[in-house]
């Protein structure tokens, strides 16, 4: 039997585990560096800087939904989803679309305009699911990521 609840700061150790997992299978395993006390003090502390979600199969730890506010100017508040996984052992059991669900339920409630997410291009099994619950694959814009480095190196130059 399916259940989700929230993540609480005893659970650090496992978002950990199963946030290597997620990198594992998107064979960005070398990229993980978050530990469990940065999970405690970003995501449990006064000023939160996520939220995540742990969903458990007959009290198993089956699966997890990360996600985070932003502000759009176009829209105003938004939520964007981090990370969505299941473990392999749990697939084919709806709870990808429960954690999403819960998610949407979060988002509706807090008056945010919508969710924001990625996906690689070769996880056709997700594309499929988000294709189905009616997502926009927004393939005319190019993410950016500036690596921690070039952040440093940036901001030298700020007088």
């Given at each position: ?5 929230p ?22 395993l ?20 996520f939220?995540?979600?742990?969903a ?11 996600f ?6 176009w ?27 819960y ?7 807090e008056?945010c ?9 070769w ?12 997502a ?24």
């Amino acid at each position: 039997m399916l259940s989700i609840r929230p993540a609480s700061a005893e659970d650090a150790g496992l978002l950990r585990t199963l946030i290597r997992e997620l990198a594992d299978f998107e064979r960005e395993l070398d990229s993980v560096s978050i530990t469990e006390t940065d999970l405690v003090r970003d995501g449990f502390g006064a000023d939160p800087k996520f939220r995540a979600l742990i969903a458990e199969w007959d009290k198993q730890a089956a699966g997890y939904a990360f996600f985070f506010h932003f502000y759009s100017t176009w829209q105003g508040r938004q939520l964007f989803l981090e990370d969505l996984f299941v473990r392999p052992q749990f697939r084919g059991r709806g709870i990808g679309r429960a954690l999403l669900s819960y998610v949407a339920n979060i988002a509706r409630n807090e008056n945010c305009r919508a969710m924001r997410w990625e996906v690689l291009d070769w996880n056709k099994p997700a594309i499929e699911l988000y294709q189905s619950l009616g997502a926009t694959f927004l393939d005319d814009w190019r993410l950016v990521l500036l690596p921690s480095e070039e952040v440093r190196r940036l901001a030298e130059k700020a007088a």
